[in-house]
């Protein structure tokens, strides 16, 4: 079988090099034969890859901003519908950890420790 | 495209874990017929049953990241410290086997003459076979590294050559392996050294006839542009493995075949 497959695509190979100009159909010949990423990916890693080159992180990959959590700097919470929960450890190494709701509009305050949580609209890629 | 928040993989149902269930379950109910009863069916139908899934399986999971795009950096990761984990426990399988032989070559019982090697057996020259497929080994190793070297450049020509060559010197060990075996002057049943030596020696030739197969799954998978410059995940775990058994061997080289002589 792989034989027959090593045969194929020596025959695809010497052909697509004669009709060479198309970098499209040559699938990354021009760099010596291997696609990369950019030509490649799909699907959901393609979503990531295109977004995380304007900068963005639709899936929350990366690590949340840190904000002072003050009214003038309230903590950013991105969230895809009109409310999400919010965990708040209000002190370093804190075990017990402060639950609750975070509504759109206006900031709310962590009732233990009064920090200021902002709801913030999250598109996300469909 | 699945309407989630996260990058994570969330599988499809699968029939392949209870396939490989059942395998599991006619493997060992097979091997228990056969030394009773003499009957291979069971163990047949197992084997069959553990290829198909082994295939269906893995196939699934090409499809699922290289055709379908699901492997997002945090699945990659995921998969990483998965193939990590499953080597370590490799590691402790043959770990086992070593703890057997110097417990039995360090002390050796006045059963076997009070001395390692034992009384009446003749062993292998270290310098002989052994050595040149110490160096088979080593050099499948660079040739190995320089498919991934080739991949990481983009130099398709060069990651088939050298996965081919690679893919070659596994065949090469294994064979002249298989010819040490024929020719050795002493069995498994020769006293602890028969059992020390064959079953560390024949463990790792298993794993090594695996580490070929998967090396040559990539090979065919890179032939087929599955691979990109920056995502070869399955391309790395191959490697990963192919060292792992490389390592190994050296430990078996140097405990066994030379202090051991």
């Known amino acids: 079988m792989a034989a027959r497959l090593l045969l194929r695509s020596s025959i695809r190979a010497a052909t697509t090099c004669r009709a060479a100009p198309f970098p499209i159909l040559t699938r990354g010949m021009a760099a010596g034969g291997i696609p990369t990423d950019e030509e490649q990916a799909t699907g959901l890693e393609k979503i990531v890859m295109k977004a995380a080159q304007q900068g963005a992180d639709p899936y929350s990959m990366l690590k949340p901003k840190e904000y002072a959590g003050s009214k003038a700097d309230p903590h950013l919470v991105p969230s895809i519908t009109t409310k999400r929960i919010v965990g708040c450890v209000c002190e370093e190494d804190n075990t017990a950890v402060v639950w609750f709701w975070l509504h759109q509009g206006e900031a709310q305050r962590c009732p233990s420790c009064g920090s200021h949580y902002k709801l913030m609209p999250h598109e996300l890629p469909h | ?261």
């Open chain 2, 1 to 261: 495209m699945a309407h989630q928040a996260h990058a994570y993989h969330m599988v499809d149902p699968s029939p392949w874990p209870l396939t490989g269930a059942i395998a599991a379950l006619l493997l060992t109910s097979g091997t228990a017929v056969w030394f009773h009863f003499h009957s291979l069916t069971l163990l047949t139908m197992g084997n069959i049953l553990l290829l198909l899934t082994m295939y269906q399986w893995w196939r699934d999971i090409i499809r699922e990241g290289t055709f379908q795009g699901h492997h997002t950096p945090p699945v990659q990761k995921g998969l990483r410290y998965g193939m990590i984990l499953f080597i370590t426990s490799e590691v402790f399988f043959f770990l086992g086997f070593f703890w057997a032989f110097y417990h039995s070559s360090l002390a050796p019982s006045p059963e076997l003459g009070g001395c390692w090697p034992p009384t009446g057996i003749i062993t292998l020259d270290p310098f002989e076979v052994p050595l040149l497929n110490t160096a088979v080994l080593l050099a499948s190793g660079v040739t190995v590294t320089w498919a991934h070297h080739s991949i990481m450049e983009g130099e398709r020509k060069q990651t088939v050559q050298a996965l081919t060559l690679t893919i070659l010197l596994g065949f090469y060990f294994t064979f002249l392996q298989g010819m040490e075996y024929y020719e050795a002057p002493f069995t498994i049943a020769d006293g602890v050294y028969g059992s020390t030596f064959f079953v560390a020696t024949g463990f790792h030739g298993l794993h090594v006839i695996i580490g070929s197969t998967f090396l040559a799954i990539c090979l065919l998978r890179q032939i087929q542009y599955h691979f990109t410059s920056e995502h070869h995940f399955g391309f790395e775990a191959a490697a990963w493995y192919w060292h792992f058994v490389d390592v190994v061997w050296l430990f078996l080289y140097v405990s066994i075949y030379w202090w051991g002589s």
